[in-house]
């Protein structure tokens, strides 16, 4: 079976193009002027019918059958609540018309196929009813409405494609963000398991010797990266699902960073980290991910810039005392101005690090939308081999 027409039955204009194209499906066949007229007369009775009550209805011109018997049908089909009978007016004029003629109703849907046998003198054959296609979908619109109806129904097509691309795209983001929070999820156990029997051996000191106890340092130090690894996986998935939640409370700020970098400077005993504190404030934050704000910056200045460098760490209270900034600065790789443009963004990473150091491009999104969430913002000034700035203000409570 091979569709050569599909003609939307709308109007009255729609009418007119049925039995014109109709006609030409017949002349294209090699139909006598007769028989042509009078399956295109066929085709008019129930179209009109159709344009009549509805607005939905369609025709398809079909040739139906195999080499070297062929048919020529007419498929019209619309919806209507009227309620319609083989023997009305229209279909029962098409039906003395051709030899074929069926009417079938389901609910209000209505199906009428009609044709008539085609004669083998035709000669027709499969590549003929390629070329008979082909003719049909690349002939110039028979009138001003045709062509106008051709690039709608061609705008159609191409927005019902992209609404089907927009779907699937969707689809694969969800079940992307699903499977990011189910991994990171199962990974964390058995990472948080690995860790505690590391710690319990290392609480075993002296009953091992000195190499066992280096390689429980690096199993210890490894098990650590892949935990964050872990812990910003699922706080991506949070964040994408809008569940990542804040415990806030009133912090004193110049302690809080003191007793924080405290810390750090004993993960990252090399560099030199020296801290400025302005006037002291009050802020309202959840004291846990203002820790792994801090940590996420101070870690990316002591990972980018070179071996035990100074990083400096200064806070500042703006002079109407509403918001305060804590700036950690480097004097690391820098970044170009595309990379300033685009650092917040969701794995990005710089293309002069992809190499040489490893990353995922996680910790600045978090920390971006962690401080974006408590009402601040976070910002970056930096001159490639230079150094970088990282600076975040908090309102003030
Ligand atoms: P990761 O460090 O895992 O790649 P981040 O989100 O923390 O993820 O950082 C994203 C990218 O930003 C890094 O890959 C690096 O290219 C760049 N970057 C971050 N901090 C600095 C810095 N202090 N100096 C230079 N580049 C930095």
């Known amino acids: 079976m091979k569709e050569i027409l599909d003609i939307s039955l709308e109007n009255e204009m729609d009418l007119v193009l049925a039995h014109r194209r109709s006609m030409q499906v017949g002349e294209q066949l090699g139909l006598t002027v007769a028989t042509r007229t009078t399956f295109a007369t066929a085709v008019s009775e129930v179209a009109r019918t159709a344009i009549e009550y509805t607005?939905?209805?369609?025709?398809?011109?079909?040739?139906?059958?195999?080499?070297?018997?062929?048919?020529?049908?007419?498929?019209?089909?619309?919806?209507?609540?009227?309620?319609?009978?083989?023997?009305?007016?229209g279909f029962f004029y098409a039906k003395k018309l051709l030899p074929d003629f069926t009417f079938n109703s389901s609910g209000n849907a209505y199906v009428i196929e009609m044709g008539l046998g085609l004669p083998r003198s035709l000669k027709l054959d499969e590549p003929k009813l390629v070329l008979l296609k082909?003719?049909?979908?690349?002939?110039?619109?028979?009138?001003?409405?045709e062509e106008i109806k051709n690039k709608n129904s061609h705008l159609n097509r191409l927005t019902g494609e992209q609404e089907e691309e927009i779907r699937m795209r969707r689809e694969l983001d969800e079940k992307k963000k699903e499977f990011i929070s189910i991994a990171s999820h199962e990974l964390k156990t058995p990472i948080t398991v690995v860790k505690a029997y590391t710690q319990m051996l290392k609480n075993l000191k002296g009953e091992y010797s000195e190499r066992v106890s280096g390689v429980l340092d690096k199993l210890d130090l490894q098990t650590s990266k892949l935990s964050l690894l872990a812990q910003q996986l699922m706080d991506v998935s949070k964040i994408e699902n809008g569940s990542l939640q804040y415990d806030l409370v009133e912090v004193d700020l110049n302690s809080f960073i003191k007793e924080a970098l405290e810390i750090l400077s004993n993960v990252h005993i090399g560099n030199k980290i020296k801290l400025t504190l302005g006037?002291?404030?009050?802020?309202?934050?959840?004291?846990?991910?203002?820790?792994?704000v801090l940590t996420n910056l101070l870690g990316n200045a002591v990972k980018y810039s070179p071996k035990n460098s100074a990083i400096?760490?200064?806070?500042k209270l703006s002079p109407d005392g509403k918001n305060i900034t804590v700036t950690v600065t480097d004097s690391g790789l820098g970044m170009s101005?595309?990379?300033?443009?685009?650092?917040?963004?969701?794995?990005?990473?710089?293309?002069?690090?992809s190499n040489s150091h490893p990353g995922l491009g996680m910790g600045l999104y978090i920390t971006s939308?962690?401080?974006?969430?408590?009402?601040?913002?976070?910002?970056?000034?930096?001159?490639?081999?230079?150094?970088?700035s990282f600076s975040f203000a908090f309102p003030v409570c």
């Open 134 to 145: 082909a003719y049909f979908e690349n002939a110039e619109p028979l009138n001003a409405y």
């Open 279 to 292: 006037e002291n404030c009050r802020i309202k934050a959840d004291p846990l991910r203002l820790e792994q």
């Open 55 to 89: 607005d939905n209805g369609r025709v398809n011109i079909i040739i139906s059958g195999k080499f070297p018997r062929y048919s020529l049908y007419a498929h019209i089909v619309f919806d209507s609540d009227q309620v319609f009978r083989a023997s009305d007016e």
């Open 312 to 315: 400096e760490v200064l806070t």
């Open 369 to 388: 939308k962690i401080i974006s969430d408590h009402g601040g913002r976070i910002w970056v000034e930096s001159v490639p081999n230079e150094g970088s």
């Open 337 to 353: 101005k595309e990379g300033i443009e685009r650092i917040f963004d969701k794995f990005y990473r710089l293309e002069e690090v």
